[in-house]
């Protein structure tokens, strides 16, 4: 046989290519693609490989995909409050602050958090994106970036100029990194704004993403700012949705626009703990995907989960799903896994290449040790057995042992091997408190339990 750059040997393997199996096997990867996906049988050729990684005992499954997040490192900072307080008098106000230097702190923060998790792709709608896709450059991780626009208020985010100039600096500069606009939302984005964007990403060929349908404020704002129309509908009016679009939350949807987000294939990043954590209510998932939508799962930033953890996710979007509809039958183990895994590539318009375990696709995996006591007992004979069960109800992502983007193995027995964590540590306390003393707000968090029980 040829030989392989990198042998996953005599794991679990979870494909999530719509076949819904597991199988003991070996994943053979070569110039950073899957050459085979052979099931154990005892008298199997094996291939020479540069590295094998045991894999015994553990699940081989493709790295998940993280439909929607902002990086940043305010993490336990804004807590206890309704959604608008939260985002107008802290969130933007805070955002406004913002420099190059704490971007790039928050951005190694979440890439290492995300490697260390089991993620191998992301989509980021944030500030100063050169800074975000720097650290993803040298993180391994597969990137989307679009940069958070923001017109009201003013200096809270990017502008359309600042957004267009990232955008034709890293458009096709690098093989793992694309570069989409990021329009934040209806009620703080000029419909101009939306307008130009749609424009020039047709030119360049690249997609949009935005927050849509969050919360009930929401559309009620946009029903005065469009003359009655839901959010869905204002949106579509101004860039026209389609394949390209990936939509945060998508909650507060009508039987109308419902139909509209699944006949335009728009993606739709579903972000449950974000979603509850808020007080916002259940985006309706399970009609969506009987329905036909394209939905993946994405965490929100660390500000309103407060982890990256797609295990805690997938949790999260099954019990919501069950809570919000009574049926304990509705979303079943196998399709979770897929909405955290090839539902959010086919979202982020990357299901051809990543997301599934498939000879020909990118070799984006994580390698899940079930070797804990969470996860027991695990019942397999050579196939499947309940380990898919497991990876959805009972493992966290401290779990994952080793995390592989394009083949290249980026956490190493639960070591980072391409951020230096040391580094990190060091650098977001410090990078934290200069942000929140200059936006004004650090006394609000330190203030906060100060006399609590004093007389």
């Not at 996860?375 to 497991?390: C, M, R, T």
């Not at 290249?408 to 990078?431: F, G």
């Amino acid at each position: 046989m040829i030989p392989v750059d990198l042998l996953v040997r005599g794991g679990t393997v979870v494909p999530c290519d719509g076949s819904r199996r597991a199988f003991v096997g070996d994943v053979a990867v070569r110039d950073g693609s899957i050459v085979a996906v052979t099931p154990t049988s005892g008298d199997e050729a094996v291939p020479t490989a540069d590295r094998v990684i045991d894999a015994s005992g553990c699940a081989v499954i493709p790295g998940f995909v993280n439909a929607h997040t902002h990086e940043v490192m305010e993490r336990g900072v804004f807590e206890d409050m309704d959604f608008f307080t939260w985002l107008e008098d802290f969130a933007l106000p805070k955002d406004m602050a913002y420099e190059p230097r704490h971007q790039r702190a928050g951005s190694l923060l979440c890439q290492a958090e995300m490697i260390a998790n089991g993620t191998t792709c992301f989509i980021d709608i944030f500030r100063f994106p050169a800074e975000s896709a720097a650290v993803a450059v040298d993180s391994g991780l597969r990137a989307t970036i679009s940069p958070q626009a923001v017109d009201t208020p003013a200096g809270a985010g990017e502008t359309l100029e600042s957004s267009e100039a990232f955008i034709d600096a890293w458009h096709g500069r690098h093989p793992r990194v694309r570069a989409w606009f990021g329009p934040h939302s209806l009620y703080t984005v000029d419909a101009a704004t939306y307008g130009a964007m749609r424009e020039r990403a047709d030119q360049l060929g690249v997609g949009i993403h935005t927050h849509l349908a969050e919360t009930q404020g929401e559309v009620e704002r946009v029903a005065e700012l469009s003359g009655g129309l839901t959010p869905a509908a204002w949106l579509d009016r101004l860039i026209g949705l389609g394949p390209d679009v990936v939509a945060a939350h998508c909650i507060e949807l009508t039987d109308d626009d419902l139909e509209l987000v699944v006949s335009s294939g728009v993606g739709v990043a579903h972000c449950p703990t974000s979603n509850m954590k808020l007080g916002n209510r259940a985006a309706r998932i399970p009609e969506l995907l009987a329905a036909g939508a394209t939905v993946g799962l994405g965490t929100d930033s660390i500000m309103t989960n407060n982890n990256l953890d797609p295990f805690e996710e997938m949790r999260q979007a099954g019990l919501l799903a069950r809570f919000s509809t009574g049926d304990p039958a509705v979303l079943p183990c196998a399709e979770i896994l897929e909405l955290a895994t090839i539902g959010g590539a086919r979202a982020l318009g990357l299901g051809d290449e990543v997301g599934s375990i498939e000879v020909g696709k990118r070799a984006d995996l994580a390698v899940v040790g079930l070797d804990r006591p969470r996860a027991w007992p695990v019942l397999s004979d050579g196939d499947g057995g309940n380990v898919i069960e497991q990876l959805v109800w009972s493992c966290s992502g401290s779990d994952v042992r080793y995390t592989i983007v394009d083949g290249q193995v980026l956490l190493d027995d639960r070591q980072l091997v391409t951020l230096d964590l040391a580094e990190i540590a060091d650098l977001v306390p410090r990078e934290a408190r200069h942000l929140l003393s200059k936006a004004g707000v650090l006394d609000h968090v330190l203030n906060k339990y100060r006399g609590v029980g004093d007389d």
